[in-house]
């Protein structure tokens, strides 16, 4: 992208609405709102103005704003113009400040800029999705602590210990006279341990934080009539899929977005698991085993009342994905005996519950946080993605790796090169050290206009 280009876009969404707002950024920001509104609005002041054409007839009237650079949110001249919600009036405005030398921006340019421009790191840049995205007010909550810069504070101050170690055995490289063997010190051990603890904090924090924002997989596997669709409506709380006594009533994937104190847990229910009796149910079928290799959790439904062994997951097993893990949900509690004892000591975890009168349902959704490794929103929980955790754990590596060297061989250079890596994985986290290949593809999963 040319950041000397002056760039525009409706930032509001499409469709009808009481207000509809265009954004410019860029050097010609301020001769395009001199030209568009017959003078420059006062910086920082809602000025009421017409929004004129070539011909100076009015497209719309609203209200101007102008942020001079470097104050404003891209750290470039700024103007919005708040108009009225109309498509056509919107298109006409964006129309005019093309025809008047500015470029259409492409998804998430704004922010980009913001980004290049040194107004917030990335890792504050992507709360911003992160909040516009969010699906639960614990997620909003989580990402708005990350736009104000948690997250990056959090992780600054991981960087900084591991900057202070990296030091402080680059000095001791440095100065072999003093004959101190610092290899041996035990304040190079403390530190070491320290950063751990900082490592352990910040990571819970982040994986929280992903799984407030990702959420988790699941899906509702078993044979026809087990009760998946009952089981899928409760957890939905309403009837989202057809419940009927006939065989194979399920064809396709019926999905849900639902959440368990804030986690998003994407539900599906899927066709029955037995031998096709035509070639739309076998479609179904085959659908179903694709979800569930795709799925971080398979709850394989068994009929409490008919299979209270259950023989169908014995029957079924190798069919399953190997690496998804199972939980074993007998329903109709309420009108069986219940399983042996000795069926639930090995094996998956099992879940007995009833979905039609949502006995045991509780204990499902707890059972499900616990598999994600997730609790109630805590005050430090901030919003983060699977990319800070594969850097986190990176950067973790590198310093065990510094650890181990250090143990085993007593070698300061090496122990200086894994702490220098782990701190260039961190800083890919908040942009001060990442590939242009990256921020493209993290701006383009934004929403034109920001």
């Known amino acids: ?10 930032a509001t969404p499409p469709g009808r609405g ?15 709102a001199a030209t568009l509104l017959g003078e420059l609005p006062r910086a920082r002041r809602a000025t009421f103005a017409r929004f004129l054409d070539r011909d100076q007839q009015p ?6 704003l102008f942020f001079p650079a470097p104050n404003s949110y891209t750290g470039e001249h700024v103007l919005e113009l708040h108009g009225h919600g109309g498509a056509v009036v919107l298109e006409e405005l964006v ?8 470029r259409r921006a492409q998804p998430g340019e704004f922010t980009q800029r913001a980004f290049l421009n040194d107004k917030l790191d990335l890792a504050q840049a992507e709360a911003i999705a992160d909040l516009i995205d969010a699906g639960s007010r614990e997620a909003a909550r989580a990402a708005m602590r990350s736009l ?19 030091t402080y055995v680059e000095a001791a490289l440095d100065f072999p006279e003093e004959e101190i063997d610092f290899l041996a010190d035990r304040e190079l051990t403390e530190r070491l341990g320290a950063i751990r603890e900082h490592f352990d904090a910040v990571e819970q924090s982040a994986r929280q934080g992903r799984l407030l924002r990702e959420g988790m997989t699941v899906v509702i596997a078993g044979r026809p009539n087990a009760g998946k669709s009952s089981l899928l409506n409760r957890l939905a709380g309403y009837d989202a899929a057809i419940v009927t006594a006939v065989p194979g009533t399920t064809r396709d994937v019926v999905r849900e977005r639902i959440h368990i104190d804030g986690m998003p847990l994407h539900v599906l229910d899927t066709a029955g698991l037995r031998a096709a009796q035509d070639i739309v149910e076998e479609e179904g079928i085959r659908r179903a085993q694709s979800e569930m290799a795709r799925a971080d959790r398979v709850l394989f439904v068994i009929d409490a009342i008919a299979d209270p062994a259950g023989a169908a997951y014995l029957q079924e097993q190798a069919r399953l994905p190997p690496n998804v893990p199972v939980t ?35 204990l499902l959704r707890k059972h499900l946080k616990s598999c994600m490794g997730y609790h109630t929103l805590e005050a430090g929980t901030v919003s983060a993605r ?15 790796s510094g650890a181990r060297e250090l143990i085993e061989r007593r070698a300061g250079e090496l122990v200086a090169q894994e702490l220098r890596e782990a701190q260039e994985a961190l800083s890919e986290i908040t ?10 593809r993290i701006f383009a999963s934004f929403c034109v206009g920001k």
Do not use: W, Y
């Open 1 to 10: 992208m040319a950041r000397a280009d002056t760039i525009v876009a409706a």
């Open 18 to 32: 009481g207000i509809g707002i265009v954004r410019v950024s860029g050097a010609k920001a301020p001769e395009i």
């Open 59 to 64: 497209i719309d009237a609203g209200l101007a």
């Open 95 to 102: 129309a005019r400040v093309i025809e008047l030398g500015a």
């Open 148 to 166: 104000q810069g948690e997250f990056s504070a959090m992780v600054q101050g991981l960087t900084e210990a591991i900057v202070d170690l990296r």
């Open 328 to 362: 074993l949900v007998f329903n109709k509690c309420d009108a069986s005996v219940g399983i042996p004892l000795a069926d639930t000591l090995s094996g998956p975890p099992r879940i007995t519950l009833s979905a039609l009168s949502g006995q045991g349902v509780e």
């Open 386 to 400: 699977q990319r800070h955790l594969e850097a986190l754990a990176r950067a973790r590596r590198n310093v065990e």
């Open 431 to 440: 942009g001060e050290f990442t590939s242009e290949d990256l921020l493209g």
